[in-house]
């Protein structure tokens, strides 16, 4: 069983919708959780980090972690075509350097 | 900050030759990671560094791959003999050690996309 599974898609969606990107992680012991976007051709830059069960809001960005079913997601408000990238879902235990990444979501928004 | 540089952006070479990546990291940093992306297999750490020493070299696949760290501001993968089943997009990421609760941001090159013939 993979660490961390993500449905890498693609999800095509209207501008303007709301977009909702999911992982599910396997350990208990993964207590870091991010999201990280790729463009295409482009490495990938760091979009949210968050380290608790709950809710943590960036602009049109929230991003939400269940512990307790080890799920967490990403959503995105009134997307927009530069929301158009590949979202990775990135794990990691405490105190360990290594990141675990999802397989990615290929997202295009259609204007 | 320039960021995390990498080359060369591109490589095409033919099964058996030598590549050499080159990374240089942000200046500061003293992690230094190497990954390879590919359909299949999406992103894998292949091995890190911490202070220019490998803490981690787990995820490299085969004896056929090396990395080094001659200094904190270089960095190489090396794959010999190189095989079609390399082909893959190398990234290369940095990252400053995390002080008090500061995240575990890091900050990735633009990668080099190799293609082994």
């Known amino acids: 069983q993979k660490e961390v599974e993500q449905d890498p898609g693609p999800l095509s969606v209207p501008e303007g919708a709301i977009v909702s990107l999911n992982c599910t992680y396997s350990?208990?012991?993964?207590?870091?959780f991010m999201w990280y976007r790729q463009y295409s051709r482009k490495g990938p830059e760091l979009l949210m980090y968050t380290y608790s069960s709950g809710n943590k809001e960036d602009g049109r960005f929230t991003a939400q972690v269940d512990k307790s079913s080890k799920y967490i997601s990403l959503f995105i408000r009134d997307s927009q075509p530069s929301d158009s990238a590949t979202y990775l879902c990135a794990i990691k235990r405490w105190g360990a350097q290594k990141l675990v990444f999802g397989q990615g979501t290929r997202l295009t928004i259609n204007p | 900050d320039a960021g995390v540089i990498q080359s060369p952006r591109h490589e095409v070479t033919e099964m058996g030759q030598e590549v050499t990546l080159r990374c240089k990291p942000i200046?500061?940093?003293?992690?230094l990671f190497w990954y390879r992306q590919t359909m299949m297999r999406g992103l894998e750490l292949l091995i890190y560094f911490n202070n220019n020493v490998p803490i981690d070299d787990s995820g490299m696949p085969e004896d056929r791959f090396s990395a080094k760290m001659p200094n904190a501001s270089f960095s190489t993968l090396k794959i010999q003999p190189s095989e079609p089943r390399d082909s893959a997009v190398y990234f290369c990421?940095?990252?400053?050690?995390?002080?008090?609760?500061?995240?575990?941001?890091?900050?990735f090159g633009a990668g080099t996309r190799l293609s082994v013939l």
């Open positions: 990421a940095s990252r400053r050690h995390p002080q008090g609760g500061a995240t575990n941001i890091q900050y």
């Open positions: 200046s500061g940093h003293d992690y």
């Open positions: 350990n208990s012991a993964f207590q870091y």
